[in-house]
């Protein structure tokens, strides 16, 4: 069964022990604004599966992330979120699975789950049992001598 949270609040995430997001809620209007980012677009044609999977990580947290905690400078000082500091934090790579585990995967295993559904136990689309048998082979009666 499909829950849906009628809420749409935003959520935090724990990304790293100490770093946590706040996020928006992966709505179909933020994937579909995130697909026609500047810098998605702007992926060369010719571009890896992981190069393509960065520059959406990236452009998605951009429009997701709220707030944060345990991020700082350089000097340990707490710093907000912003593009740049957004980016920087997703090139760490833990930081980058986390957010794709955690945020971005919810949303594709839903999609996954569309299309790829079992077969009904019964009904039309129940999966038939073979009841044909295979035919014999005759068996040789006659030896050479």
């Known amino acids: 069964m499909l829950t849906l949270d009628l809420t749409n609040a935003p959520r935090w995430h724990d990304l790293a022990p100490g770093v946590r997001v706040e996020l928006r ?3 179909t209007a933020l994937m579909v604004a995130t697909r026609s980012d500047p810098a998605v677009e702007a992926v060369p044609e010719e571009a890896s599966d992981e190069e393509r999977a960065v520059a959406f990580a990236k452009a998605l947290a951009r429009r ?3 707030a944060w905690e345990g991020i700082g400078d350089a000097d340990g000082n707490a710093i907000d979120p912003s593009p740049e500091a957004i980016d920087a934090l997703l ?20 999609e996954q789950e569309k299309n790829a559904s079992a077969l009904s136990p019964n ?11 295979p035919a ?3 068996a040789r009666t006659a030896r050479r001598g």
């Open 25 to 27: 809620p992966l709505t």
């Open 64 to 66: 997701a992330v709220l």
């Open 91 to 110: 090139d760490v790579w833990p930081i980058f699975e986390a957010f794709q585990l955690t945020y971005v995967s919810k949303g594709l295993l839903l």
């Open 123 to 133: 009904g039309p689309s129940a999966g038939a049992s073979a009841t044909a048998k």
């Open 136 to 138: 014999r082979k005759p």
